[in-house]
């Protein structure tokens, strides 16, 4: 490619509040281009990495055999009534309707087309194990769409779904694509994290999610002084045992009002406290008839892990429904901050975190009237159902009874389920098995982000001056030929299509600029969107049948001969 035939989109200066690197710099590099909140321009240097890692993806997949399809975009609202997803997407999903009013939704996800698919076309258990997959655009209508590529409405993704005659069958195709993903990643040079997944509202008892380390991640994972990484949501807490200090002086209990109930913050400031010393009360729903609520206790600066609470009791209602300010003035008559555990003659969850506090605040259940200096045994019984509920979200040490961890803020890349049998049952996708009996088909889910692998690899490989791409397999182009004063001295112009030429023919890809710009803007270019390799050619070099080669990442820079460049970017490019 000439780069006088090429657009570059580059700028030397970007204004934005989005302060995420990965953003800036893609941005800059002219790889995207914004066109409203959440919604981009993929442009040429950015489309073409998105075609470099798809291929990746596409070689890798058809290897386990994994057969590529594509599906609709828009999805029938039915097929989601069928599944019941409905609510537990609520507002992320993108409504529309067609001109007979039959509604539709902007496809999130595709596990309930797949198997709508599937339900309809394969009818013998001879057809499985059956492996699909698809690159396709999804969309999510994001309320925070702030982080670029990252977290934005109109997406890239690469889904993936298995079935299976039974659970054996699943497992065996899970651990191939787990391992395969690694490869996928490995190939890239990406630096990622497995950690036991959420399965949340997609659904199935396993999965694992791929993570990336990024200061300007939205996730978080706990990582171990040994190098293991695990989910914040399933990070198990040690309790020592109580031992209070002989010192330790019980304050006299009183009950004080103050003017309103803001939130913690201003509640812990009118009772002279701070927030870690007060707890609070969030009410959730119960399937039990008699016990249709339960209240949880928890520091005010804790929350709370839905994925612990969810698996702590059958009877909790999944997905997990916490009553809103207006459902708790409805049942108590009171507003939510003045909630407490005197009195409340409901079900209580206790957190560890509240045990081992002492002269700490509760709500009165009277609005704007708190007690202060309260004490388990003294005040109120210790609650009988002490468990772990608290989500590990800040960056302090963590220990447990081996080990100590350390809160990271990371990116998810990629999320794989094993599903089992719950969207095949709830669209009575059945087969007969060897016996002649209808089962449930088995399925696994698999997905990429593709496009936000993308600026994950931008925020772990960046520098001052741009983007450096660990592996040249996602690279725009693996070589970039820069002649200086090209239009002045013909050798030079000679040599750099001839080089261009040689190299071209092998097989790699390369840009050749070829623009009548100053050198500085040439390099900056370059530079920025990240070509690994890159040969100059000058007049003080090129009188002695040399030129000088510049590896991107490292800032190595050599002089090779004339003769050897072409051979020398083979070589380098076969161990890159």
């Not at 595709?110 to 698809?134: A, C, D, F, G, R």
């Not at 005659?165 to 690694?182: A, G, H, P, Q, R």
């Not at 914040?232 to 019980?250: A, G």
């Not at 506090?357 to 709500?363: A, E, L, T, V």
């Amino acid at each position: 490619m000439l780069a006088s035939k090429y657009l570059f989109f580059t700028s030397k200066n970007i204004i934005t509040n989005n302060k995420i690197d990965s953003y800036y710099l893609m941005t800059k590099a002219g790889m995207i281009k914004k066109l409203s909140s959440g919604i981009y321009t993929w442009l040429p240097t950015g489309l073409k990495i998105i075609k470099n890692f798809k291929k990746i993806i596409r070689h890798e997949m058809n290897n386990i055999n994994f057969i590529e399809i594509l599906m609709p975009i828009i999805q029938p609202s039915n097929i989601w009534k069928t599944s019941g997803r409905i609510n537990d997407y609520g507002n992320e999903l993108f409504k529309i309707s067609d001109r007979n009013k039959k509604n539709f939704f902007l496809g999130p996800t595709h596990e309930e087309v797949i198997t709508y698919l599937i339900n309809n076309e394969i009818k013998s258990y001879k057809n499985l194990p059956l492996n699909l997959y698809q690159i396709q655009v999804k969309f999510r209508d994001e309320i925070r769409s702030r982080l670029g590529v990252v977290r934005s409405k109109e997406f890239l993704m690469k889904d993936g779904y298995s079935f299976h005659i039974d659970e054996k069958s699943l497992k065996k195709t899970y651990n191939i694509v787990l391992n395969t993903y690694k490869k996928i990643f490995d190939l890239i040079k990406l630096k990622y994290y497995i950690v036991k997944g959420d399965n949340s509202f997609i659904g199935g008892k396993i999965s694992h999610e791929f993570h990336i380390l990024s200061n300007n991640g939205e996730d978080s994972i706990a990582l171990s002084k040994y190098g293991h990484a695990y989910n914040i949501e399933s990070v198990k807490f040690f309790i020592p045992k109580i031992k209070l200090n002989i010192n330790t002086k019980f304050l006299i209990k009183q009950l004080i009002k103050i003017d309103k109930s803001v939130n913690f913050e201003y509640i812990a400031k009118k009772l002279h406290s701070t927030i870690n010393n007060i707890i609070k009360i969030i009410i959730i729903k119960n399937t039990e008839k008699k016990f249709p609520l339960v209240a949880l206790l928890i520091r005010s600066d804790y929350e709370i892990s839905i994925s612990k609470i969810e698996k702590l009791n059958k009877n909790i209602f999944k997905p997990l429904y916490i009553l809103s300010q207006k459902e708790i003035s409805h049942h108590f008559k009171i507003n939510k901050y003045s909630l407490g555990p005197i009195n409340l003659n409901i079900p209580i969850i206790a957190d560890y975190s509240v045990v081992s506090m002492i002269n700490f605040i509760i709500g009165s259940n009277i609005n704007n009237k708190y007690y202060i200096n309260i004490n388990w045994k003294r005040d109120l019984p210790l609650p009988e159902n002490i468990q772990d509920i608290r989500k590990t979200y800040n960056k302090k040490f963590i220990f447990d009874k081996k080990n100590s961890i350390i809160i990271k803020k990371s990116i998810e890349i990629a999320h794989i389920f094993q599903l089992g049998t719950k969207y095949s049952k709830l669209m009575n996708t059945f087969i007969q098995n060897e016996k002649g009996n209808k089962v449930p088909l088995y399925m696994g889910c698999y997905g990429i982000g593709v496009s936000r692998i993308i600026a994950s690899i931008i925020e772990q490989n960046h520098d001052i001056n741009g983007i450096f791409w660990p592996s040249s397999l996602l690279a725009p182009f693996k070589v970039a030929i820069i002649p200086i004063n090209m239009y002045k001295y013909n050798l030079i112009k000679k040599i750099s299509f001839d080089i261009y030429q040689k190299i071209t023919s092998i097989g790699i890809e390369v840009i050749l600029d070829d623009r009548k710009e100053s050198p500085g803007v040439m390099f900056a270019d370059i530079d920025l969107i990240g070509i690994p390799h890159m040969i100059i050619i000058s007049n003080n070099n090129i009188i002695n049948n040399n030129v000088e080669y510049k590896f991107r990442q490292t800032g190595e820079q050599k002089i090779i001969s004339v003769n050897n460049i072409v051979d020398f970017i083979s070589n380098k490019e076969k161990f890159n």
